[in-house]
Antibody
Framework: QVHLMQSGGEVKRPGASVKVSCKASGYPFTTYAINWVRQAPGQGLEWMARISANNGNTHYAQKVQGRVTVTTDTSTSTAYMELRGLTSADTAIYYC???????????WGQGTLVTVSS | QSALTQPASVSGSPGQSITISCTGTSSDVGRYDYVSWYQQHPDTAPKLLINDVSNRPSGVSSRFSGSKSGNTASLTISGLQAEDEAEYYCSSYTSTTTRYVFGSGTKVTVL
């Protein structure tokens, strides 16, 4: 079955960068896009970015554009999300999600907690 | 791109029906039929309930149904059960540079 396994939690200093991985299994990786969604403590979901695993095309939310980069490694069926210039406002659980069809996120990773603290 | 507007909380008794609204704009909910709904229990990842306004993926209970009118989408839960107590989020494709937008979330309480 479809499974998205994310990397473990991270603690970072303000100004640092973080790179979260999302390893997919159970389906042809290049068939579907991967999206990244984050959730600050006690807050709602916020869409951040999308990458087509087929051709590498990317889309980013205006709020994080310029600080975030999403990539894939098709040889290992892994997607990555790198966020730079971290501030305390970036403290959140970061999820990857498979996009089965437009705005149809049918499978989610378990989430990765990124804590930004001095 | 602001979040779609949802009521902060909705409650109902077991067996009742409740409806959660999701109000957007003519750039998102009102323009496209790419509205989804997700259920999130505490400390777990979201789960897809409805896609394309009213389509229910395989394995999702028929007690969940979706609809849309103008700039507002709705999720109805019929025959409310204790296990339905969770946070619910809508989501829409948007014509802005931000491709997708989520709702502010609604806490459903089963009395």
């Amino acid at each position: 079955q479809v499974h998205l396994m994310q990397s473990g939690g991270e603690v970072k200093r303000p100004g640092a960068s973080v790179k979260v991985s999302c390893k997919a299994s159970g389906y042809p990786f290049t068939t579907y896009a991967i999206n990244w969604v984050r959730q600050a403590p006690g807050q709602g979901l916020e869409w951040m970015a999308r990458i087509s695993a087929n051709n590498g095309n990317t889309h980013y939310a205006q709020k994080v554009q310029g600080r975030v980069t999403v990539t894939t490694d098709t040889s290992t069926s892994t997607a990555y999300m790198e966020l730079r210039g971290l501030t305390s406002a970036d403290t959140a659980i970061y999820y990857c999600a498979r996009e089965y069809s437009l705005n149809w996120f049918d499978s989610w990773g378990q989430g990765t907690l990124v804590t930004v603290s001095s | 791109q602001s979040a779609l507007t949802q009521p902060a909380s909705v409650s109902g008794s077991p067996g009742q029906s409740i409806t959660i609204s999701c109000t957007g704009t003519s750039s998102d909910v009102g323009r496209y039929d790419y509205v989804s709904w997700y259920q999130q229990h505490p400390d777990t990842a979201p789960k897809l309930l409805i896609n394309d306004v009213s389509n229910r993926p395989s394995g999702v209970s028929s007690r969940f149904s979706g609809s849309k009118s103008g700039n507002t989408a709705s999720l109805t839960i019929s025959g409310l059960q204790a296990e339905d107590e969770a946070e619910y989020y809508c989501s829409s494709y948007t014509s802005t540079t931000t491709r997708y937008v989520f709702g502010s979330g609604t806490k459903v309480t089963v009395l």
